[in-house]
C-alpha cells in the first residue's frame, strides 16, 4: 500500500514459515510477524494462546512504536521505511509478502543505512530497457552513497550510482537486455560514517512474465493452553463464526449469573 500510514502484516509461525491461514502477497502485503499460537491476556483475568493475523500486527505495532521513542523527529513513511527495512529476508516468504522478510525490531532500531522497498522487478519481454530500480533508504546521519549493482549472466556485474530523488527515495536503471537474458542485482548504501548496507538480491529473466497472487487471513481464535495449534485454512465466515460465537456465549452466560 503506498500510503505512509498502512503496514499491511502476514502472519508467520515460529519455524519462519507463512501461517496456514494467514493472508499473503507479494506486492499486496509488507511483511511477516509472529502470529501463530502467541501467548496473550483473555477475558477474565486469564492468559491463553491466540493464533491470527490479529496476534502478528500488534507485534508490528510495537515495533513502529519503539521505533519512533528512539527517532521522535521521524515522520510517518520514515518509521515504515526502518519497519520493512529492518525485516529478515527469509526463503521462506519471498514470494509471499513485498519485503520478503519477517519483522527484526533490532535492526529497526540500527544506525546502519535502512533499505526498504526495492522494486522487485518481474520477468518481461520488453528488450529495449532501460529497467527502473527504486528503493527507500534511511540513515540516522546521512547517505554518502547509494549504488545499483547488476549482473547479467555469464557477464561481469557492473555498478552504477544511484540518484537521489529526495525523501529518502534513489533510482536507478539497468539497460535493455536481449530475449532470455536473465539479471540478478542488488542496492548497496554507505553513510557519512562509513557503514553499509546491502539489501537482498533479485532476479529477473527477459521472458514471458509470471504472475502473482495473493489471499486473506483471518481473525484470532481461542486455544487452550494445554491444546496443540491446529492451523488449517478456512473460509472467511468460518473464522469469524469462531471469533464472535465464544465472546456472545461469555456475554449471554454473564448476564445469566447477574440475575
Known sequence: YEVDNVISVASSTS????????????????LAAPGSSILSTLPRDRYGNLSGTSMATPHVSGAAALVWAQFPSLSMREVKIR?????????SFANDVATGGRLNV????????????????????????????????LDDSAIQSAT??????????????MTDAGNH?????????????????FVAARDDAGNLT?????????AEPSNGGGCCGKPAVEVALD????????????????F?????????VSRRKRK
Not at 519455524?15 to 493472508?23: A, H, K
Not at 540500527?110 to 529497467?131: F, H, K, M, Q, V
Not at 546491502?198 to 527477459?206: G, L, Q
Open 106 to 137: 533490532r535492526k529497526a532500531l540500527s544506525t546502519d543505512p535502512i533499505i526498504a522497498n526495492t522494486t522487485r522487478l518481474e520477468n518481461t519481454l520488453d528488450e529495449t530497457g532501460p529497467y527502473r530500480v527504486e528503493s527507500d533508504i
Open 244 to 252: 464472535v460465537l465464544p465472546v456472545a456465549l461469555v456475554g449471554v
Open 148 to 161: 545499483l549493482t547488476y549482473q547479467v549472466m555469464g557477464q561481469d556485474a557492473v555498478t552504477v550510482n
Open 15 to 30: 519455524s519462519d514459515n507463512l501461517s496456514g491461514f494467514s493472508n499473503f502477497g507479494k506486492t499486496t502485503v509488507d
Open 198 to 206: 546491502k539489501d537482498a538480491n533479485f532476479t529477473f529473466s527477459i
Open 169 to 185: 527515495h534513489y533510482v536507478g536503471e539497468i539497460p535493455g537486455q536481449p530475449l532470455g537474458s536473465t539479471i540478478t542485482y
Open 227 to 242: 491444546s496443540p495449534v491446529l492451523e488449517k485454512t478456512v473460509g472467511a465466515a468460518l473464522n469469524l463464526a469462531f
Open 83 to 91: 519497519v520493512l527495512g529492518g525485516v529478515d529476508r527469509l526463503a
